[in-house]
């Protein structure tokens, strides 16, 4: 059983959400599981979907070899952006594949994938305070394409007196940078109506996702404050801290 992980943390948790991350790493090391943070450029995946393959493939490449000498003893790779772990996983590999591509796909996982296989396996530091909160879990576009439904839901469900209201699938319209774009800005809101009024009529005390575009349009929308699910899962061990601390 290996105690080590290889993590990307990618563009969203290094520059957009700090607190992500730090709180990835915090959990980890609660569940005595080391970190190596290898050298790493962006995924690629915003040069893929605005016309720049050449500027995707170089970064691809430069991450895969990176990822893969760093868990080649056979470590688990994390990731805390949807969009990254897509990226890696799968992705990349019809347009970049190589033998360290295909090394890194076999073994990444999403956070949340990788602490709920934990949970599965009794591993999981279980040990959460009391969170007495109203939630709107929406799953993004890149978490649902990969098949990632249901586990962000179930590892929530374990922190004791969080109420997740409603799960939502749908898409918020930002997609990537499309709904940053001037051109697009119409569509975009025209698609994220329907979420925004599902929120606003939830009566919730936050929204969760792990998709920093998604925070973005839904933060925009509503007023609602947006947390990630890592950053959740943190504060609940910390209350259980400070429950023993009293």
Request: net charge neutral; glycine share 8%.
């Amino acid at each position: 059983m290996n105690n080590k992980v290889v993590y990307y943390h990618g563009c969203f948790a290094n520059y957009y959400n700090p607190d992500a991350g730090k709180a990835l790493v915090s959990i980890l090391k609660r569940n005595d599981i080391d970190i190596i943070v290898p050298e790493q450029k962006c995924c690629g995946m915003p040069m893929m979907a605005n016309g720049n393959p050449a500027g995707a493939k170089k970064n691809f490449d430069y991450n895969a070899r990176m990822l893969a000498e760093a868990a080649a003893p056979g470590y688990d790779i994390i990731t805390s952006c949807p969009s990254c772990n897509m990226m890696l996983k799968k992705e990349g590999l019809p347009f970049f594949d190589s033998e360290d591509a295909r090394f890194i796909s076999e073994r990444i996982y999403d956070a949340s994938e990788y602490l709920y296989k934990l949970y599965l396996e009794g591993r999981l530091n279980t040990n959460f305070g009391e969170m007495p909160l109203r939630v709107f879990y929406h799953n993004p576009c890149h978490l649902k394409v990969q098949g990632i439904t249901d586990v962000p839901v179930a590892l929530l469900k374990l922190i004791p007196g969080l109420e997740i209201v409603k799960v939502n699938t749908n898409c918020c319209g930002m997609g990537g940078s499309y709904g940053m774009k001037k051109i697009n800005h119409e569509r975009s809101v025209e698609i994220a109506q329907k979420l925004w009024n599902e929120i606003k009529a939830a009566n919730v005390d936050a929204a969760v996702t792990e998709c920093g575009g998604c925070g973005l349009q839904i933060g925009a929308g509503t007023g609602i404050r947006v947390i990630h699910p890592l950053v959740l899962l943190n504060d609940a061990y910390i209350k259980n801290d400070a429950r023993k601390a009293a």
